[in-house]
């Protein structure tokens, strides 16, 4: 509902940037959907396998793109409002293509997962985003999507 303008940090992870300016290149994140969204804490998305909105989100959140997997680019860049980090599993080295956006601070991830950049404007857009439901922000009904993600310099 409105446009949200990221500054991707490829000084701090750059193989992460060129993973996500990759697929935003190619247009795999429009249409993707807000998964996963926990008052308080995060958005998450860019699940590009199973994410498309008007899909089956029963999948949502477990899907990758076709690309590898990335290595941790951990940083000391902390994980504040507004903070862009990779999603991944259990292993450190498993990111590929969802990431979420920080709606406060979550300083217990610094170190643990991978900054990749920082919301310079249109953060009311992402405070506005459907929250999610239970332990693990799972969204019922019809999610909120990223229409069109473009990378300009």
Known sequence: NGTVTIDLLEEVAPNHVAQIAALAESGAYDGVVFHRVIDGFMAQTGDVQFGKAG????????????????????????????????????????????????FDEGHFLNG?????GKVTSGMEVIDAIKRGTGPNGAVVGAPDAMTTVTVTE
Request: aromatic fraction near 10%; avoid cysteine; charge should be neutral.
């Open 55 to 102: 899909g089956d989100m029963r999948r949502a959140g477990t899907g990758k793109s076709e690309r590898a997997n990335v290595a941790a680019e951990f940083s000391n860049v902390p994980f504040d409002r507004g903070v862009v980090g990779m999603a991944r599993s259990s292993d450190p080295d498993s990111a590929n293509s969802q990431f979420f956006i920080m």
């Open 112 to 116: 643990q997962y991978t900054v990749i």
